[in-house]
């Protein structure tokens, strides 16, 4: 897709806040600090529409991003993130359930992995739950600067197994270093919108 505008719409807490038009919606997920944001900024050639950090934690809301007018990207906190408080933690939980369980616009997920390392439990359950949801997921393994080509592969396949990957659900290599995966991750979303 050639992105001619990308905009924050809105960086929302609760359903009201949502964008009311009937947009279709590309979500993130993944661990904190994966590069969820990153991978959305890659897509759209900005350096830093949805802000990203070194240390993780840097998204809190669930900010919708509007993409040529057509669709919305929806950017979220990341999981796994032990120095936040229990109380914050929780609530986040509820404001990410609420969302992948009952928006009608979201179309698919994008579920952003370390290629480097095996998913940890609370990625199989962030799968599990997207699948129990219905929700088509695009795995993009980001990172893909970190290892060596000839990895890839294994690397993959343990993703696969690891997440028990179902169905018509793809893991895309990708880095937002190198760009590479890009063009096969827009035909992913493209797809769906
Ligand atoms: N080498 C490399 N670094 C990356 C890549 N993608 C992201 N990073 C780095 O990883 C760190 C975290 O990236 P973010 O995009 O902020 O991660 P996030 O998943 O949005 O994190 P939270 O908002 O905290 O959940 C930053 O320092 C990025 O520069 C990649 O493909 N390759
Ligand atoms: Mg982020």
């Given at each position: 897709?050639?992105?001619?505008?990308?905009d924050?719409t809105?960086?929302?807490?609760?359903?009201?806040?949502?964008?009311?038009?009937?947009?279709p919606e590309?979500?993130?997920?993944?661990?904190?600090?994966?590069g969820?944001?990153?991978f959305?900024?890659k897509?759209?050639?900005?350096?830093?529409?949805?802000?990203?950090?070194?240390?993780?934690g840097?998204?809190?809301?669930?900010n919708?991003?509007?993409?040529?007018?057509?669709?919305?990207?929806?950017?979220?906190?990341?999981?796994g993130?032990?120095?936040?408080?229990?109380?914050?933690?929780?609530?986040?939980?509820?404001?990410l359930?609420?969302?992948?369980?009952?928006?009608?616009?979201?179309?698919?997920t994008?579920?952003?992995v370390?290629?480097?390392?095996?998913?940890?439990?609370?990625?199989?359950?962030?799968?599990?739950?997207?699948?129990?949801h219905?929700?088509?997921?695009?795995?993009?393994?980001?990172k893909?600067?970190?290892?060596?080509?000839?990895?890839?592969q294994?690397?993959?396949?343990?993703?696969?197994?690891?997440l028990a990957?179902?169905?018509?659900?793809?893991i895309?290599?990708?880095?937002?270093?190198?760009?590479?995966?890009?063009?096969?991750?827009?035909?992913?979303?493209?797809?769906?919108?």
């Open positions: 897709m050639k992105v001619t505008k990308s924050i809105i960086s929302a807490v609760a359903p009201k806040q949502y964008p009311p038009e009937g947009l590309i979500a993130l997920a993944g661990r904190s600090n994966v969820k944001s990153s959305i900024n897509l759209i050639n900005r350096k830093a529409l949805a802000r990203t950090s070194s240390k993780p840097k998204t809190q809301t669930l919708f991003y509007l993409i040529n007018e057509a669709f919305h990207f929806v950017d979220v906190p990341g999981y993130y032990a120095k936040v408080s229990k109380t914050e933690r929780e609530a986040w939980g509820k404001m359930e609420t969302y992948f369980s009952e928006r009608e616009n979201l179309r698919a994008v579920l952003v370390d290629i480097r390392h095996q998913p940890s439990v609370e990625d199989v359950a962030m799968y599990d739950f997207l699948k129990f219905k929700l088509p997921v695009i795995i993009v393994a980001t893909l600067d970190k290892i060596k080509k000839a990895q890839v294994k690397h993959v396949n343990r993703i696969r197994e690891t990957v179902e169905g018509d659900d793809v895309i290599p990708f880095s937002s270093e190198t760009a590479q995966g890009k063009e096969e991750a827009w035909r992913k979303i493209e797809s769906f919108l």
